[in-house]
């Protein structure tokens, strides 16, 4: 029980300052917390439940807000907003009936509140009571001057009565007017689409034609042309004039198709795609099927409407599938003239590339006559061999060349379109994957190697010559050459492999700028992509060093040679000689597995291809040089030697050793030291070199020895002097120099041999320049 009154006016001015914020929450708690203090006073207490009913259906709560609504009611018989509100917490719940009667009393104490006679409406339109249900909605309508919801409803409604009492035509003059009255929302143009295709689909054609033709008469009229209300019931009225030939009377079907092709230029809308979706698809597929049984009235008319449509759903609705489909069925027709039967099968087949079936696009394109084939078409043929590639090795070095040259021909036709090129270079990817992986898993799986090689060779080839051919298509000839001063040089390199960069990357970068010049060393990962033409633009020379001729690589080549720039291959080592490299598997000592000793033999043609396209060769030995030209006598690029020097960090070490160090080993313990940065001469290790080391530790019991980098003491001779040896791994070449320079005596394991001699003397120069013996 209250200990003092509730004042009404301070309670509803308050609920009236949340009400006003929308502050539903907080209104319902001071609903709540309010009620215990009126308990003597009912008509407050009315009220407080009418203020917790409200708030608690704006919070979405219906169902609980319908007991407050109801005790509301009952405290405040004469208040309007109460039933109103009461009305919809039910119609929310779906029980329209007694919403309708909470509508009506609230109607009944105010008959201008505008929102009870539009809920009034939908519980009765809910009802299926038509009639009443526009009354309201008009009374609705005059209370609420440009309320959208309301207005559409009502437009509905005004159809809808039309359908119901099957006046078709009074329906489409309806839908004519109502769009010329003013714009109406997508959602209620797609209500009237669906109303026409329920009547399509039950065979009425002629008068989901007139409900189709009104929806797009009504559009076109108002100046609104829309996918939904001018592209959809065109497909829909094609549809039927296709399918019930005794339509077509109503419709020149000319006019049709191009009224058709003429919304190709309305944008995409996702109740449109929808309607297609859920109900134009099927109809289109349906209509197919009537063309296995012909046509009682063949007309050219018809073929460019059928035309139409499947062009609409490749192009619009990217159903390939569907329009190659219809289009399949049509040329089954006997009736068809040789040129309908030519224009189907370019359709078929550019239909069939869109759908990914480039086999039937084939087969297709290729019935027409060359001499009568359009540039489509022979773009469509293109297209196909294009997708066909990279499928089979064989077939793609049969075959690649010709689809080259096609496609260089269409983009002589085109020179302006930047399509084809991009369509050779995927062509020249698919080929590069597949000589380097089909050719790479016959060399592991079977052999022999030789085989294997010579096919890659052979795809190399051609990947090389078609580089070529795109970089230079018709009209295009390459810039000539480069006659200014060589001050910018561009280094493509990799740097996986930390010797080789030290001593043919970063060395020349030094010897370059040594000669004031600017250097960019660019990765190799570069040429996967165009980024690399900038770097190009920006050079005077190119120095491909040490790199496999893969197509990114030959591409990045040609490119290079295009504009006019002279370009290097530098090598240091015999890996394009495939009769002597890579070395016996056996020389390794079992520091390699077979596959990789199988990949290193498939890298040779790699190599080969890469120098082949170079301007000119630099390597670093004569051994090098001789061999290059006993290969390929009659190549006229010129070769150069440039030996490996001393790179700074070890002129820096060896200019600080101490003279003196050679008489201090007497006093202290001789240290030998043997070093290898690859996994080459393992087995002269193993078999002479090691054992050797052996005897010499066991009969010098001071000794000590250091193996650095990729070497290790055999399992075999564990038991010799273990604790004087220490392993010392790969570290970067600062550290390497002072490993070296610890020692006193410097080995290296070699065989003799021309992979040996091809080898700059880099062990020697850094066992000398530190000072070892």
Not at 78 to 101: C, I
Not at 694 to 702: F, G, M, N, S
Not at 739 to 752: D, F, M, Q, S, T
Request: with cysteine.
């Amino acid at each position: 029980m209250s200990s003092s009154r509730l004042n009404p006016s301070e309670v509803q001015q308050q609920a009236q300052v949340l009400e006003e914020s929308e502050a539903w929450s907080e209104l319902l708690d001071y609903a709540q917390r309010q009620q215990p203090h009126s308990s003597d006073q009912p008509q407050l207490s009315g009220y407080l439940d009418y203020l917790e009913g409200r708030a608690l259906l704006e919070l979405e709560l219906s169902e609980q807000a319908e007991a407050p609504l109801r005790r509301a009611c009952l405290a405040l018989p004469d208040f309007p907003y109460g039933f109103q509100l009461l009305g919809r917490s039910l119609a929310m719940r779906e029980q329209w009936a007694p919403a309708a009667a909470a509508q009506e009393r609230c109607i009944a104490l105010k008959n201008d509140f505008g929102h009870a006679w539009m809920e009034l409406g939908r519980a009765r339109d809910a009802l299926g009571a038509t009639d009443a249900a526009l009354e309201a909605y008009r009374q609705a309508d005059k209370l609420l001057p440009g309320n959208d919801w309301v207005q559409c409803r009502l437009i509905h409604l005004q159809v809808q009565e039309a359908l119901q009492a099957g006046d078709h035509k009074a329906a489409a003059a309806r839908i004519v007017t109502l769009q010329q009255q003013r714009s109406l929302p997508a959602s209620q143009v797609l209500t009237w689409l669906d109303a026409a295709a329920a009547l399509a689909r039950c065979g009425r054609w002629p008068e989901a034609i007139q409900l189709a033709a009104a929806i797009r008469q009504g559009g076109e009229q108002a100046g609104r042309p829309s996918p939904l209300g001018t592209r959809a019931p065109l497909l829909l009225i094609a549809v039927g004039v296709l399918m019930d030939q005794n339509s077509s009377t109503l419709v020149q079907p000319r006019a049709l198709a191009g009224a058709l092709l003429e919304t190709l230029w309305l944008p995409h809308n996702d109740l449109e795609d929808q309607f297609w979706v859920n109900t134009l698809a099927d109809m289109v597929t349906a209509m197919s099927q009537c063309f296995t049984n012909g046509w009682s009235q063949h007309s050219k008319e018809l073929v460019l409407l059928v035309l139409a449509v499947a062009q609409v759903a490749a192009e619009h609705f990217n159903d390939n599938w569907r329009a190659l489909t219809l289009l399949e069925q049509l040329a089954l027709l006997p009736e068809l003239s040789d040129n309908e039967r030519r224009v189907l099968d370019e359709r078929c087949g550019l239909m069939a590339l869109g759908a990914a079936r480039p086999v039937e696009a084939n087969r297709h394109l290729l019935r027409i006559p060359k001499q009568q084939r359009s540039i489509n078409a022979e773009a469509g043929l293109c297209r196909a061999h294009l997708e066909l590639a990279g499928r089979h090795l064989p077939l793609d070095l049969q075959q690649g060349q010709a689809t080259a040259q096609q496609l260089m021909h269409q983009f002589a036709k085109r020179p302006r379109s930047s399509q084809v090129r991009a369509d050779v270079d995927l062509l020249l990817w698919k080929l590069n994957t597949r000589v380097l992986d089909d050719t790479n898993a016959m060399a592991l799986a079977s052999g022999p190697i030789n085989a294997a090689q010579e096919l890659r060779r052979r795809g190399l080839n051609l990947i090389s010559a078609l580089t070529t051919q795109s970089l230079n298509p018709p009209g295009l000839a390459p810039l000539p050459a480069q006659k200014c001063s060589a001050r910018r040089w561009l280094l493509l390199a990799n740097a996986s492999l930390p010797q080789c960069f030290l001593y043919r990357v970063e060395q020349k970068k030094e010897q370059l700028e040594s000669l004031d010049r600017e250097v960019i060393i660019l990765d190799v990962a570069h040429c996967n992509n165009w980024s690399v033409a900038s770097a190009l633009l920006w050079a005077d020379r190119v120095v491909v060093c040490r790199l496999p001729g893969t197509y990114p690589v030959l591409r990045a080549m040609g490119l290079a040679r295009r504009m006019g720039l002279t370009v290097y291959y530098d090598i240091d080592d015999l890996i394009f000689d495939q009769e002597n490299f890579p070395p016996p598997l056996d020389s390794y000592g079992g520091t390699i597995s077979a596959s990789l000793h199988t990949g290193l033999a498939m890298d040779a043609p790699l190599f080969q291809a890469a120098m082949t396209e170079a301007d000119a060769l630099i390597v670093s030995t004569g051994t090098l040089a001789t061999r290059w030209r006993t290969l390929h006598p009659d190549s006229q690029q010129p070769v150069m030697v440039l030996a490996n020097m001393a790179p700074p960090p070890l002129r820096r070490k060896a200019r600080a050793i101490e003279p003196l160090q050679h008489q201090e080993a007497a006093a202290d313990q001789l240290r030998l030291l043997v070093s290898s940065g690859t996994l080459a001469h393992k087995q002269v290790w193993v078999e002479e070199l090691a054992p050797a080391l052996a005897t010499v530790l066991e009969k010098h019991p001071a000794l000590q020895l250091d193996l650095v980098g990729s070497i290790e003491w055999p399992q075999e001779l564990q038991s010799v002097a273990c604790e004087r040896i220490r392993s010392l791994p790969f570290s970067d070449y600062p550290t390497y120099l002072r490993h070296v320079g610890r020692a006193h005596i410097g080995l290296a394991p070699l065989e003799p041999g021309i992979v040996t001699d091809a080898k700059s003397a880099i062990k020697w120069m850094e066992y000398s320049l530190m000072g070892l013996a």
